[in-house]
């Protein structure tokens, strides 16, 4: 018997809840004079740091890492509608990255955030530890090649051609589902002397595989 050659496509997706979330913020102020704006900036800063600081651990969390980037100063002249150059508006800005593992504490610190001028949040990336990804990656493929073994299984059982065997294998690659979605959530109520909550409702993270495989049948 002639080999015959059977070349199909399989594929696996696993959803996941998110283990983590990197919040990225911003503390900004512009006006018309420089040096009250930087020490408007820098003193939300402080309070913003200690904060984070607080709620700071490397493993036990809540928050296992935070970065804060240097202050950034600037000007420009900006243009009303009619076309004219208004007075030099001065700016401060300086950017925020906070990793949460305990989504309680950031929906608190969200809420605790909003009464900090000038502090604003960009987005979140929600994600899975390193180890969880590379454990569901690696079973993920694997259950991607065992389909396309299935499928070329049934079309070899179609045509009565005996079990199939394994040529080639491609791998295109690993695909993820969105990381990150601006959150919006219910506020929960809380004891007078603390701020509101937020319930986060973060998009499941789905890690997908597919592969092209050659089999072949017969002798």
Do not use: C
């Not at 911003?26 to 800063?45: C, D, N, Q, W, Y």
């Not at 509608?81 to 001065?90: C, I, M, S, W």
């Not at 180890?131 to 493929?141: F, G």
């Not at 959150?183 to 597919?210: G, N, T, W």
Request: aromatic letters at 6%.
């Amino acid at each position: 018997m002639t080999p015959a050659h059977i070349t199909v496509r399989g594929s696996h997706s696993a959803t996941l809840a998110p283990e983590q979330a990197t919040v990225h913020a911003s503390l900004s102020a512009e006006g018309r004079s420089a040096e009250p704006i930087f020490h408007k900036v820098t003193t939300a800063l402080a309070e913003v740091s200690t904060a984070l600081e607080s709620l700071h651990h490397p493993k036990r969390g809540p928050v296992i890492k935070y970065a804060i980037d240097q202050v950034r100063t600037g000007s420009h002249r900006p243009w009303n509608d009619e076309g004219k150059q208004l007075p030099l508006v001065h700016t401060t800005a300086v950017s925020i990255t906070a990793l949460f593992t305990d989504f309680d504490a950031l929906g608190k610190w969200v809420a605790w955030s909003a009464g900090v001028e000038g502090l604003s949040i960009g987005y979140i990336n929600w994600a899975l530890t390193d180890a969880k990804r590379l454990a569901v990656e690696r079973r993920t493929r694997q259950k991607a090649v065992r389909d396309a073994k299935r499928r070329a299984q049934d079309y070899a059982d179609a045509l009565d051609l005996g079990a199939v065997r394994v040529r080639s294998i491609s791998d295109p690659g690993l695909g993820e589902g969105p990381q990150h979605k601006v959150f919006l959530a219910r506020s929960m109520a809380a004891p007078v002397d603390e701020p509101p909550a937020f319930e986060l409702r973060p998009d499941e993270i789905m890690i997908s595989a597919e592969v092209e495989a050659t089999f072949s049948v017969g002798r």
